[in-house]
Structure formats: C-alpha cells, structure tokens
C-alpha cells in the first residue's frame, strides 16, 4: 500500500468510545484513518493491470470503461471499510505499538468509525454486485474477511498473515474476473503480491509484538519466537525470489530487456537486500524499516506492468 505526521501523543481514549467526531478540516485524521496512500495504490494496480496486462494498446475510453470505474470504486470502499474496521478492534493494542498514531478513539468517534466501516463495506459489495454476481460474492468474501481478520484471525499464527495476503492477491486478479482475458500474467502478479504480503504481514507482527503479547494475541513470533519466524519469512521471500528470477530470465530470453532489467534491479536485488536485512535484524526498528522495504518493492512491482 507512507506514514502522515504524527498526532500529540494522547494514549488515553475518550469515555464511551471517543471524542467528537472530526472537526471540519481534519482530513489528516481521516485520510490516516483509511490508509489514502495505500487506496491510492490499490487503485494505481487496478488501472496497470486492466491497461498493462489485459488490455495493452486499447484506447482510453475502453481501458477507462465505466464498469471498470465502479470495480475500482467498489474495491477502495471495501479496502477503506477493512483498514476502519481493523483500527476501531485495534484501539488498545494501538495505544502501545502505536501511541502517537490512534485515529479511532481520538479524532473520530467508535460508533462513527463502524458506520462508515458499514457503510463502505455495503456500497462495495452492492456496487460489484451490480456489475456481476462473481465480483459481489468476491467482494462480499473479501469484506467478510477483511471482518473476521480484525476480529481474531490477526490474532492467530499465521492465519492473519495469509489472510491479508489472500485479500491482496484477490484484488490484482479482480480486473481480470471483470473482463475475462485469460491473459496468464495476472496470475503471476497475484501469486508474487500474496508471497510479499505474507512476508511484510510476518515482519509486522514481529514490530508489534510487545503490544501483541499485552492483548493475548498469538502470531507467529510470540508463539514461535522471533529467530523461528525469521526463517519462515524468509521461505516465503525465497520463493517470491525465485519467482521473480524465473520472469526475468523469461523476459530476457524474448529479449524484452527494459522489463527484465526493472526486476532485476528494482524488484530482485530489493528483495535480495530484504533477505540479508531480515536476517541480521534484531531491533524493533530493524522490523519496522523491513515493514517499509516490503511495500516500495511492492509499489516497484507494479509499476514494471508499465513496461510489459
């Protein structure tokens, strides 16, 4: 999907679920509240999938259809609903992880933070719905995910970890549900954007672990230890690795060598210094930096759609 200016650092929520709601103005708090610069992403992966991989040299106004300007709509509602949901369950493991960055409980009210949290998820769902019965059962899947990852599945080794990743990987392939390509590059993406959430996911928990352990949380580093759980990011990672090799060799052996150098040096020899980094990293800090590593090799390996 980086980090907006922090806010006074005020650990203590308001009685009956917070303060106020928003002052007028205070885009920061909400903005923060629903990750802008991760939507703003997702929305920049959608556009290059449909227009990169599925659609190459289609004009303008087909690539900008707009049933493809409602799918993207509908994925940032239900992105944005997940990232309100997961704050307004995360309130007190927040105020220890993250003191000088709690948005639910602060600057916007609990109740108004689960009705837009209701209402984003409804307009999703409806919206994809709408343009198809596969789109609103995914949409409707991913919501009720998104739902059950706050809840408690974040809380359980491992399974938070690959739910997220599952949501990341469903949402490359959510043009290609839409126009039905079977353009067989989408896939790859997929299957490379769920191996490096996987990884960032397991970083993240090793970051908060302190607070983590404080709430009963059982992830992978509080029940495996952290040297454990190092090495199973690291599977992960060597699998993207390889997966990311084998597609710059294929594009190197077409001859398409603009694409196959941006992995090279943008994607490979990222993740490359990721694995090195991960292994001599021991400070919460050190995760934390990793944490932000994993989503600009992200953001990287999107953008190679543009030379595809």
């Excluded at 908060?208 to 709430?215: E, P």
């Amino acid at each position: 999907m980086s980090h907006p200016p922090e806010f006074p650092a005020d650990t203590h929520p308001a009685p009956g679920g917070g303060t106020a709601a928003p002052e007028a103005g205070n885009w920061r708090s909400l903005a923060r509240l629903i990750r802008l610069p991760n939507l703003l992403i997702m929305a920049l992966c959608l556009l290059l999938v449909r227009a990169c991989l599925l659609l190459p040299g289609a004009p303008g106004r087909q690539v900008l259809a707009p049933g493809f300007g409602a799918l993207v709509l509908a994925a940032l509602c239900i992105g944005a609903a997940g990232y309100i949901i997961n704050d307004y369950y995360d309130v007190k493991i927040d105020a220890i992880n993250r003191p000088g960055k709690l948005v639910v409980g602060r600057a916007v009210n609990r109740r108004h933070a689960m009705l837009a949290h209701l209402v984003l998820s409804g307009v999703g769902v409806g919206l994809s719905g709408l343009l198809s019965p596969l789109l609103g059962v995914v949409n409707l899947a991913s919501a009720v995910l998104l739902w059950g990852y706050s809840v408690r599945f974040k809380r359980v080794a491992l399974v938070g970890n690959v739910s997220i990743a599952l949501l990341t990987a469903a949402l490359v392939l959510l043009p290609e549900l839409q126009a039905r390509t079977g353009h067989q590059a989408v896939w790859g993406y997929a299957l490379a954007a769920f191996l490096l959430t996987v990884v960032r996911e397991i970083v993240k928990d090793v970051e908060d672990m302190r607070g983590d352990a404080q709430h009963d949380c059982r992830t992978l580093p509080i029940v495996w230890g952290v040297p454990r759980t190092k090495w199973v990011a690291g599977f992960f990672l060597a699998c993207l690795v390889l997966l990311v090799a084998g597609a710059a060799y294929r594009l190197a052996l077409d001859h398409r060598w603009l694409p196959a150098g941006w992995l090279l040096v943008l994607v490979l020899a990222p993740l490359v210094g990721l694995g090195y980094r991960l292994r001599r990293a021991d400070r919460r800090r050190h995760f934390a930096h990793l944490s932000a590593w994993c989503k600009w090799v992200m953001l990287a390996g999107v953008l190679s759609m543009l030379w595809l």
